[in-house]
T-cell receptor
Framework: DGGITQSPKYLFRKEGQNVTLSCEQNLNHDAMYWYRQDPGQGLRLIYYSQIVNDFQKGDIAEGYSVSREKKESFPLTVTSAQKNPTAFYLC?????????????FGPGTRLTVT | EDKVVQSPLSLVVHEGDTVTLNCSYEVTNFRSLLWYKQEKKAPTFLFMLTSSGIEKKSGRLSSILDKKELFSILNITATQTGDSAIYLCAGGGSQGNLIFGKGTKLSVKP
């Protein structure tokens, strides 16, 4: 059963705590991405990784960290430095066909920080 | 700065109507334009467009890209209540990351 899994679906944390969101894919995709979605804002790129042990900052990387130790896994840590962490977080991976990247999304994690 | 602008931001129609959603883009080293449908959870892939003037169709949905004028449209004919969703447009550059618009929220009334 192939796909992208994110866990947990809902996550609640107290302000000041770091929290790690999981993203796993068994599609053998090289590239993986993390987005944040706020109401009325569309998707904004946090980090992306095109190969293992390498990743780049997206548009809103401050207060977040990632690792890419395995091709299948791209966990995102939301640190206490992130000013407004409450949001819907989406992980994606992409297949490259003829130099074109076609991204597919996981089911998302809704994080609430109080 | 790269950007993707969608219009309208929201739209209310009745079942059976035809709708056109717009997407304009400015993306460095542009390679592709993607459309997604988002209901209550994750976006699902609809189309990827790379060439001007070639329409892509899937059932009642179709889309076309104009690389000279830097825009794309998504058409939905004979709308149904199940078409109610947020439709996202994204521009892809050569590095693989996508720039998303804010989306168009479509509501189809019975």
């Amino acid at each position: 059963d192939g796909g992208i899994t994110q866990s947990p679906k809902y996550l609640f944390r107290k302000e000041g705590q770091n929290v790690t969101l999981s993203c796993e894919q068994n599609l053998n995709h090289d590239a993986m991405y993390w987005y944040r979605q706020d109401p009325g804002q569309g998707l904004r790129l946090i980090y992306y990784s095109q190969i293992v042990n390498d990743f780049q900052k997206g548009d809103i990387a401050e207060g977040y960290s990632v690792s890419r130790e395995k091709k299948e896994s791209f966990p995102l840590t939301v640190t206490s430095a992130q000013k407004n962490p409450t949001a819907f977080y989406l992980c994606a991976s992409s297949i490259v066909v003829g130099g074109l990247y076609e991204q597919y999304f996981g089911p998302g994690t809704r994080l609430t920080v109080t | 700065e790269d950007k993707v602008v969608q219009s309208p931001l929201s739209l209310v129609v009745h079942e059976g109507d035809t709708v056109t959603l717009n997407c304009s883009y400015e993306v460095t080293n542009f390679r592709s334009l993607l459309w997604y449908k988002q209901e209550k959870k994750a976006p699902t892939f609809l189309f990827m467009l790379t060439s001007s003037g070639i329409e892509k169709k899937s059932g009642r949905l179709s889309s076309i890209l104009d690389k000279k004028e830097l825009f794309s449209i998504l058409n939905i004919t004979a709308t149904q209540t199940g078409d109610s969703a947020i439709y996202l447009c994204a521009g892809g550059g050569s590095q693989g990351n996508l720039i998303f618009g804010k989306g168009t929220k479509l509501s189809v009334k019975p």
